[in-house]
Each structure stands twice: as C-alpha cells, then as structure tokens.
C-alpha cells in the first residue's frame, strides 16, 4: 500500500520558535491533510490542501501541497505551549470510479515544547 | 456538542474473547471511516461506509475484524476471538460524503476506543 515518511519523528524546540515538519510519498495524492493530536483524544483537522502547489494559512500554521504531489509540509511560526502534540500528515485519493476512501497517515511529529 | 461519539472509551478484554465497539457519526454523515492507531504508530484504514454499504473491506486485518452500519448512522466494529496484537486505539471518523468530485470533505474523528487485550 501507499506509505507516507514523515520527519522528523520528534522536535524539543523552545517557546516561540518556528517548527517545521514534512510528508513525503511514493506515489502522489490528490489532497494533502495535516491533524494534530492531544492525549486521549482523536485528530482535529489543521489544514487542507486540495491543489498541487496551493499554499494555506491559518493563524500561525502554513501548509503547503507539493508541485510533484508527493509532498506537503506544515510550519508553525512562533509557537506557543499548546502546540504541543502530535502532527500528523494524511494523504488521499478519491478516485473518480469509486473505492476506498480512507486516509493515508503518516507515522506522525511529536512536538515538545520547552517555556 | 454533535460531533462523533465512541463507546466504550476504554475497554480491557481477555484472550479470545469477542468484543464490540461502537461509534455514533455526527448527524446526517453518510460516510463513516474506522481507523486503528497501534502504540507508537500512526493511523491504519480500516474500513469506510457509504451509507449502509462497505465497498472496500480490504483494509481489514484479518477476518476476525468485521463491521456493520444500519440506518446511515451507527457503526459497529466486531473483533472476534481478540489477540494481543488488537490492542490499539480504534477511531472511528464521519464526513458529510465520500465522492465529492472536488474531494472537498473532512473526516470528524471521535476521542477513540482503548482496547487493551491481555
């Protein structure tokens, strides 16, 4: 099946800096998302990418779907104690016949921020 | 509020034993997605329904796994004969359609289902 690389694995990063992650694949999909994760609780939506190259925004988070469509990376600008958690890229396809319709998860970024 | 709901919210079970998790989608969803989040790992797809129907079952571990939906709404995910490689996390997510020609639909997901097979 598809499989999705996301890096890095872990950040420590301190109050106010700027993160970044990414999401790579073997083969391409038509929509990129980006979830975060609290403990005990299922992923929230970020950020939705539906065209390759697009470029989104909101508040501190960007994302961005790669040109190839292999690829999307989230940044977060100066971040803030509720960052922390778990980011996880999810790429899928809906294709046009019909068929499976789930999402391809990345392995996810654990995100630990230090005041 | 009115979003996804699963029950039970944690659940310990015994070798061999079958267990049934249950998942409410947000009103007037009719594309329901199970997932299964193991230790350390992220999401596995499991199975998704359109409605009452499951068009693609492959995604399913093994034939232990089944899952149904009556009424457009609720979904049950059986797991027969449990083993200790079950134990995970098992999400369940709804959207408001599966075959958007844009693809423009998000997947609401529950707080999940601990199971914990000893």
């Known amino acids: 099946g598809q499989q999705l690389n996301q890096s890095p694995q872990s950040m420590f990063i301190q109050e106010g800096e700027d993160v970044s992650m990414n999401c790579t694949s073997s083969?391409?999909?038509?929509?990129w998302l980006w979830y975060k994760q609290d403990p005990g609780e299922g992923p929230v939506l970020l950020i939705a990418?539906?065209?390759?190259?697009e470029l989104t925004s909101n508040g501190r988070l960007t994302a961005q779907f790669g040109i190839t469509r292999k690829d999307s990376f989230l940044n977060i600008s100066a971040s803030i104690p509720s960052d922390v958690g778990i980011y996880f890229c999810?790429?899928?396809?809906?294709?046009?016949?019909?068929?499976?319709?789930?999402?391809?998860f990345g392995k996810g970024t654990h995100l630990i921020i230090q005041p | 509020g009115a979003g996804v709901s699963q029950s039970p919210s944690n659940k310990v079970t015994e070798k061999g034993k079958d267990v049934e998790l249950r998942c409410d989608p947000i009103?007037?969803?009719?594309?329901l997605y199970w997932y299964r989040q193991s230790l350390g790992q992220g999401l596995e797809f499991l199975i998704y329904?359109?409605?009452?129907?499951?068009?693609?079952k492959s995604g399913l571990p093994s034939d232990r796994f089944s899952a149904e939906r009556t009424g457009g709404s609720v979904s049950t995910l059986t797991i027969q004969r449990t083993q200790q490689e079950d134990s995970a996390v098992y999400l369940c997510?709804?959207?408001?359609?599966?075959?958007?020609?844009?693809?423009?639909?998000?997947?609401?997901f529950g707080p999940g289902t601990r199971l914990l097979v000893l």
């Open positions: 009103s007037g969803h009719t594309a």
């Open positions: 990418l539906y065209k390759a190259g």
């Open positions: 999810a790429g899928q396809n809906l294709p046009s016949g019909g068929g499976a319709d789930g999402l391809t």
């Open positions: 997510a709804s959207s408001p359609a599966a075959l958007t020609p844009t693809g423009q639909e998000t997947q609401y």
């Open positions: 083969s391409i999909f038509n929509t």
């Open positions: 329904f359109q409605g009452n129907s499951a068009p693609d």
